[in-house]
């Protein structure tokens, strides 16, 4: 069964928390600021790993630190 009147709810990529798909939302789907620029973050880490030196850690690990 469906509940209507519950409001859409998306997942923060960066941290995984819950937050309503609103326009009260300036950083959706990020649940903040930080959340987002952690988020761009990652992303410019991702690509210079890629292109640079390749990182013998399990870079999961890494990751898990950025959720809370
Ligand atoms: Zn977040």
Redesign the pocket.
Known sequence: MTSPGKPLTVK??????S?PWTAEQPYKP???E??KLIDLGEWAMEEKRIAGEPLPQDTDNDSDTYLH
Do not use: H
């Open positions: 923060c990529p960066t941290c995984g928390r937050l990020f649940c903040c930080r959340c």
